[in-house]
């Protein structure tokens, strides 16, 4: 019963890779989240999609392409893979934009040799 | 960007005392604050919140308390377990700020001595 899933748990690649990362949340929620997670922990949005429209997009590299098919999904698209690439990505989602709870997915651990 | 200075706070308790961990925040029209705990190798996990319209509320074992003129947010854990051995981590962000844009603070590891 896995409310907000995440594929891979883990994911090695070489620099230079183009790669994805999957996420599907079942809360029928309209709002998903990207969060990017360094060595130190320190946790910062990267996007969020309302109904599938981009409403944050907080200076990401434009190598990082998010993708929403539909409402319960928010893939993520990482093109030249660098080293300063590699942490944990966490994907969240919850019932709208507007002070509501967020519920995040067990992450992806990049790593970027 | 990345987060820059020395390694994450450590709070290391005895099983059965009180912890309190603290956190400032840094918008002074940050409206909803939120606790996460995160235990190793897993995503946050929602504790619990607070408006700005409050200055206390209760959870479960757990009081979060805000005092907004000094931008200060603690999490209170009543008779610490084991199990809440974890890194905890503060938010803030604005209710009607469209996105649900929140900004997390630094982390503090709690450790739970048995």
């Known amino acids: 019963d896995t409310a907000v899933s995440q594929t891979p748990k883990y994911l090695v690649t070489q620099m230079g890779n183009d790669k994805s990362i999957k996420c599907e949340q079942n809360l029928g929620h309209d709002t998903m989240y990207w969060y990017k997670q360094d060595s130190k922990k320190f946790l910062k949005i990267m996007f969020s999609?309302?109904?599938?429209?981009?409403?944050i997009n907080e200076t990401v590299p434009n190598r990082f392409s998010p993708k929403s098919p539909d409402k319960a999904h928010l893939n993520l698209h990482i093109n030249s893979l660098e080293l300063g690439d590699s942490a944990v990505y966490f994907c969240?989602?919850?019932?709208?934009?507007?002070?509501?709870?967020?519920?995040f997915g067990p992450g992806t651990r990049l790593t970027v040799l | 960007g990345e987060s820059v200075g020395l390694h994450l706070p450590t709070l290391s308790v005895q099983e059965g005392d009180n912890s309190i961990i603290n956190c400032a925040y840094s918008n002074s029209a940050s409206d909803y604050f939120i606790w996460y705990k995160q235990e190793s190798g897993k995503g946050p996990q929602f504790i619990i919140d607070?408006?700005?319209?409050?200055d206390k509320r209760q959870g479960q074992r757990v009081t979060v308390l805000l005092n907004k003129t000094v931008k200060h947010l603690s999490l209170q854990i009543a008779a610490t377990q084991p199990g809440d051995s974890a890194v905890y981590f503060c938010a803030e962000g604005l209710i009607y700020n469209q996105g649900g844009k929140l900004i997390f603070g630094q982390g503090t590891e709690l450790s739970v001595k048995p």
């Open positions: 999609y309302n109904n599938k429209e981009l409403i």
């Open positions: 607070i408006r700005s319209n409050m």
């Open positions: 969240a989602s919850s019932h709208s934009g507007t002070g509501d709870t967020q519920y």
